[in-house]
T-cell receptor
Framework: GQNIDQPTEMTATEGAIVQINCTYQTSGFNGLFWYQQHAGEAPTFLSYNVLDGLEEKGRFSSFLSRSKGYSYLLLKELQMKDSASYLCAVMDSNYQLIWGAGTKLIIKP | KAGVTQTPRYLIKTRGQQVTLSCSPISGHRSVSWYQQTPGQGLQFLFEYFSETQRNKGNFPGRFSGRQFSNSRSEMNVSTLELGDSALYLC??????????????FGPGTRLTVL
């Protein structure tokens, strides 16, 4: 079966750095997405990786290793507004997005 | 441009009833996907429509159905509602299927409660 694993919850301190991991087993691979979802709101797109390596976008970076079925989202200089759930999703060979259950990130002052 | 809109935002139904949810994608987007989101389960893919055709389908029973109109608006129908159908139903649109442009834009969702 297809499976996406990510930690259920993480806690970090304002101004610090946090890394949210995602491992996957899917039927084929057409890219990995990270989305942010604040409580009660719709998910919003953060990043897309289809090749191995690091993609940097401001305070957020996303890394992919296809051979290991592994990705992480790195958030730097954490702000209180970064408190949200972070969703990892993989597009399989049928162009269907398979979603992880999400990681709830709690930022403390 | 306007984002993805979903109606209604909230809905309360009783077991056995049926419900229809509506989604209007971003103007120009031809792909509409539907998801069910429940606490702890993450997003579960229901189906995807592209140019009025169902292009992909998740592992949900036949009680869940959908369609897409020529203007790309989509509807999702759930018949014979069960308590377990209580969830947030999200609709997402995207412009095309090119690998690097598959970002999905989500609507605010419809919160369905089945009593």
């Amino acid at each position: 079966g297809q499976n996406i694993d990510q930690p259920t919850e993480m806690t970090a301190t304002e101004g610090a750095i946090v890394q949210i991991n995602c491992t996957y087993q899917t039927s084929g691979f057409n890219g990995l997405f990270w989305y942010q979802q604040h409580a009660g709101e719709a998910p919003t797109f953060l990043s897309y990786n289809v090749l191995d390596g690091l993609e940097e976008k401001g305070r957020f970076s996303s890394f992919l290793s296809r051979s290991k079925g592994y990705s992480y989202l790195l958030l730097k200089e954490l702000q209180m507004k970064d408190s949200a759930s972070y969703l990892c999703a993989v597009m399989d060979s049928n162009y269907q997005l398979i979603w992880g259950a999400g990681t709830k990130l709690i930022i403390k002052p | 441009k306007a984002g993805v809109t979903q109606t209604p935002r909230y809905l309360i139904k009783t077991r056995g009833q049926q419900v229809t949810l509506s989604c209007s994608p971003i103007s120009g987007h031809r792909s509409v996907s539907w998801y069910q989101q429940t606490p702890g389960q993450g997003l579960q893919f229901l189906f995807e429509y592209f140019s009025e055709t169902q292009r992909n389908k998740g592992n949900f029973p036949g009680r869940f159905s959908g369609r897409q109109f020529s203007n790309s608006r989509s509807e999702m129908n759930v018949s014979t509602l069960e308590l377990g159908d209580s969830a947030l139903y999200l609709c997402a649109s995207s412009g095309n299927r090119e690998l690097r442009n598959n970002e999905q834009f989500f609507g605010p969702g419809t919160r369905l409660t089945v009593l």
